[in-house]
């Protein structure tokens, strides 16, 4: 029979170390990442790699520089066809991350546009500010405009590239979804507790070497770090505009506001079953394979 587990939430609540611990449960499972940014090679203390995967197979990490061009089209491809061989292997995928999107393209089918990057008018674009570019975005395709995150810089400039580049608003979302039941489980933590865990994951990935990966990062693939949070900090700090105290702070604080972010999106689906702890997890994932 067919099986998917999808397991997420917000940055920092635990969702690897349980993916990890759901696999070794099921005794033959094998992980797929759905996180945009552990995709990236060389990108490994700022988004939080897993160094001990306790020999479960991982799957889409590292899987791209990080100048390439990836979209969420791409990543449903991948994804799907990993979930076939994983199941083909009579194993359980389970796909583990934050980037609901992507999760939404892999399981739904989302059928997106096919519009090539136009790197000009993205560089254009990016001089605007949020406000501005949804302003656009609301004249040009109000339908759009009504379901998009305002604060998503990057989202805005693509829907306003695929009108620039087709002439014609976003078209609705096509689906194709998987032919059978996926459990989705949320990692549900406390919002103080949350905001700890943060706080003390950044001030861990500090030690760890963030500073000169993120200055690697900066310097070899530019794009890259002015898009991520734990990296895009940095840029001021090698300008010596701020000190190192302040950096820290900042991604402290812009992680928290993406996580609260995610929190707010995610609790909205109602097909995510929400957990507080292993145990939960773990009965959850029984009665689902029992089906």
């Known amino acids: 029979m067919k099986k998917l587990i999808v397991i997420t939430g917000p940055t920092g609540a635990g969702k690897t170390s349980l993916s990890i611990r759901v696999a ?10 759905a996180d945009s940014r552990q ?5 490994d203390v700022g988004t939080d790699k897993i160094d001990n995967r306790q020999g479960i197979p991982h799957h889409l990490i590292d899987a791209i520089d990080p100048d390439h061009t990836f979209t969420v089209a791409e990543y449903k491809k991948r994804a799907r066809k990993k979930i076939s061989e994983i199941q083909k292997r009579g194993a359980v995928p389970i796909l583990c991350g934050g980037s609901w999107f ?18 000009k008018f993205r560089k254009k674009m990016r001089k605007l500010s949020n406000e501005k570019l949804f302003k656009k975005l609301k004249k040009k395709d109000p339908r759009r405009a009504k379901n998009i995150d305002k604060q998503n810089k990057r989202r805005l400039i693509r829907a306003l590239e695929i009108i620039e580049k087709t002439g014609n608003p976003v078209p609705p979302l096509k689906k194709d979804p998987l032919d059978y039941e996926v459990l989705f489980l949320g990692v549900d933590k406390d919002r103080d507790e949350l905001e700890m865990k943060i706080r003390k994951r950044v001030d861990l990935m500090v030690q760890k070497g963030l500073e000169e990966e993120a200055r690697k990062v ?44 995610q929190i707010n999106m995610l609790k909205s689906e109602n097909r995510i079953l929400w957990i507080k702890n292993e145990d939960e997890a773990l009965e959850a994932t029984e009665v689902y394979l029992d089906k």
């Open 24 to 33: 070794k449960y099921l005794k033959k499972a094998e992980i797929i990442s």
């Open 39 to 43: 995709l990236y090679r060389n990108m």
């Open 102 to 119: 992507y999760i939404r393209a892999t399981v739904d089918g989302l059928t997106l546009p096919q519009v090539s990057p136009d790197w």
């Open 218 to 261: 900066y310097e070899n693939y530019p794009r890259a770090a002015k898009e991520t949070i734990g990296y895009k900090e940095w840029i001021p700090y090698f300008k010596k505009e701020k000190d190192k105290e302040e950096v820290v702070e900042e991604i402290k604080i812009n992680t928290r506001q993406f996580a609260i972010k």
